[in-house]
């Protein structure tokens, strides 16, 4: 076994954390899972999230037979829901040519939906020890500070090939999954971006970084993140018990396909952002509405998108629903009602908003 190899196993023999998937590591429905919702996302973020999902789809199986709406719904708060559908996805295509288990062939895991190299390369190692090698933002940190790597990772295609050759070249044999987590958990807890812990790091003297003198230097980001700044209205449509529409997107759409969300549009360029609501409704829902006001704003950002989310209240001026969009699947909801819908995050916290104004102002009467 390699020197590097070698000492990032005896530390993470006695440094790793207790993590839930780590417990159902050698199920690769439990890795296939958890590596998906880590993506774009911290450890700490994910745990409750992958223990409600796994308690509500323990298997495969179960994952394949559940409705959209109810994975949707166990993502919601995650982000980045192309991964759930596309887990679902997968799920139905392990059951229909699988046999329901999921394969350790890596160009059929390659052929499920959402995986990529990394996914295919951590559930091959970490499930079925096979020598396969992987790339997360951490293994790219470390191998880029050890190896002292030129080159952006994000940018260049030659220097992406080279760290997928140092990371396949440390592979011990035998010991795949054990050293890939090993190599991020290095990334996570000591080689961290802004601030290596150089001093209680189990391979400092083997790390061209360190010995250079600036480790933060690497990987070598050039790139300056570029922002889309998105501008939408919602608008929270009452009928006359006082519940709230929700529409729900086509599960087709690349961005919250299959969320639900209040009637919503992007404005455009000189469109008020009362004309931007009244075409919110019109295109969305079809309804006749009165007393178009504005309650409130939400910031959020995703990726790099900055949205900033305009909040109006309407009341449905009939019940036109029979008539109006009959294709778009809709619920009138209440505060108590909401959590049964699977909503993106700007949408979550706009509602909370409406919300609470609601409850407040009943207190103040
Ligand atoms: S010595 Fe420092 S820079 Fe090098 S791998 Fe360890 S923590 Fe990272």
Redesign the pocket.
Known sequence: MNDFAERLLDWFAGSKRDLPWRRLQHDPYAVWVSEIMLQQTTVAAVIPFYNKWMARFPTVQSLAEAPLDDVLKHWAGLGYYARARNLHKGAGVVVSEHGGRVPSDPKQLLALPGIGRYTAGAILSIAFNQAAPILDANVIR?LS??HAVPGDPKTSAATQAVLWKLAEAALPTGRAGDFNEAMME?GAL??EAGA???GT?P??DL?A??QLGD?TSYPQFTGVKKWLDVEDVSVAIRNPAREVLLIQRSPELALWGGLWELPRATRQDGESLECCAARAVRESTGLSVTGMAPFGVVKHVVANRRILLHGFEAAAENDQEAEAAPSVRRAWITPETRGDYALATPQVKLSDLLFQQETQGRLEL
């Open positions: 470390v500070r050890v290095l000591v080689c290596p812990r150089c790091c391979v400092a790390c970084a360190k480790p």
